[in-house]
Structures are given as C-alpha cells and as structure tokens.
C-alpha cells in the first residue's frame, strides 16, 4: 500500500488528488496551513474508506514542512508519492512587487518544493522507486505582468522539476510538472476529477525525461486565460504546446 502526501492540500484539486490515489487503495497525509480544514478533508477522506493523516504546516517554513513530512511517515509509513501543490496566488505588477514580498512567496512558491523534495528523495532513491510531482502552471510558459511573482515561482519550480528529473530518474524515481494552463473548476475542461487522473497516470509512469512535464491544455481551450481581453497581444508570444497559428489576437 503506498502513500501519498499532499503539500498544500485544498478543497479543490488536492481534495479531488487524495481521492483519486485512495481510491487506488493508498494512505493519503495531508499538510495544509489551517488545521480546519485539514480536518474536514481529513473527515470527508475517511468517510470514502481512505486512511488518512494530517499535518498541519506552512509550505513556506522549511523546518515546520520538514517536521510535518516526517510526522506523516512515522504515522503511516514512507512517502511513495508526493504532491507538492502550495502556491500563493496574490497580484502584483512587475514595478510594483516589493523585493520583501517576492522573497516571502518564493519560499512557497519554490523553495517548499525543493524541502518537500529533499526530504522523501533519499529514501525513494534507496528503495528505487517513487513519484514527485510538482503543480505548475502556463504562467511558467508565457508569463502575464499582473501575476510576476507566481509567474516566476511556477518557472523556477519547472526549473527544478527538470533537474531533480535529471538526478532521480536514473535511480527509478519519477519526477513531473503538471503544467495546468487554465482554472481549476469542477465542470469545466480543468475539472479537478479530471486533473487527478493526470496527477495518477504520471505517478505510474517510467521515470525518465518522457514524463517530466505534463501540459494540460484541453483542445479549444485559452492558452491566454490570464489575459482575456488581450491587453499584451503586442508583447506575447503563443506557448509552443497551443502555437496553431495564433498570435494571442
């Protein structure tokens, strides 16, 4: 029985995760910010029949993530897969995002995936075998000015992805980005049901560059969600994975 642990774990597609891999009959931890909250998930998992633990921590606080990982291995044995999924979504223009502010959400935005990281790879890497998995973002593809400092936590962490790719892989441990090119919302191409699935089937899949990223862009979908009305046609250029032809027009 493996088990998944969700950094970041929310209403919504981090819900609809931990159903998706306890359904598969694994043992989900959860680590969120509100204890609250991680309760109710906790409770709505446990009514399904899936054994679940949580942990309640901020992504952007390396010892207290550090301690919650390894609370939730005590409790229900090593990570198998783990589900960096934390991310501050706050607006803030290039010119006006302070130094302060930029750094405080990198420690969220970036930083936590590379704790959560280093903190189950040693023993993937002995046993040969795990998944990491990191939720991007098609901001890490075309960036848009209103959302820099996300924009430039969801590339770095794509960054990062590839490089732990390159380091685990060779030791039978799968590493991806889940790029998710639009907003997650039931009913919608970016139904969380439907992501989950991703998030499973890559988890699954052979270590190796292959199955580092995961663009999830549904046919007919915007690649320029972030900027409906086109207010930066001039300046932006169509993601090569949506490049038919548009020009963002």
Not at 113 to 123: E, S
Not at 127 to 150: D, H, K, Q, V
Not at 190 to 204: G, T
Not at 211 to 235: K, M, S, V
Request: with cysteine.
């Amino acid at each position: 029985m493996g088990h998944c642990i969700i950094i970041g774990a929310g209403p919504g597609l981090g819900q609809a995760i931990a159903r998706r891999f306890g359904a598969e009959g694994h043992r989900i931890g959860l680590v969120a910010r509100d204890p609250a909250s991680l309760q109710s998930m906790a409770e709505t998992l446990s009514a399904r029949g899936v054994t679940t633990a949580s942990e309640a921590a901020d992504a952007g606080d390396p010892d207290a993530l550090t301690r919650a990982i390894k609370a939730l291995e005590q409790r229900q044995g090593p990570c198998t897969t783990l589900v960096y999924n934390a991310a501050v979504l706050k607006a803030a223009g290039p010119l006006e995002l302070s130094v302060a502010r930029l750094r405080a959400e990198f420690d969220v935005n970036l930083v936590g995936g590379l704790v959560a990281a280093q903190a189950v790879a040693p023993a993937m890497m002995a046993r040969g075998s795990g998944a990491i998995l990191f939720t991007g973002g098609g901001l890490a593809l075309e960036p848009y000015p209103e959302w820099s400092s996300l924009a430039l936590g969801k590339a770095a962490l794509r960054n990062l992805t590839f490089s732990l790719n390159k380091t685990l892989a060779p030791k039978g441990v799968q590493v991806a980005v889940i790029a998710i090119c639009g907003i997650v919302a039931e009913g919608t191409p970016f139904d969380p049901n439907v992501i989950a699935d991703e998030y499973w089937r890559l988890a699954q899949a052979p270590a190796g560059a292959s199955h580092r990223e995961l663009i999830f862009q549904p046919e007919g979908t915007d690649p320029f969600y972030n900027d409906p009305q086109r207010t930066h046609r001039a300046t932006t250029v169509t993601p090569a994975h949506a490049n038919r032809g548009d020009d963002g027009s």
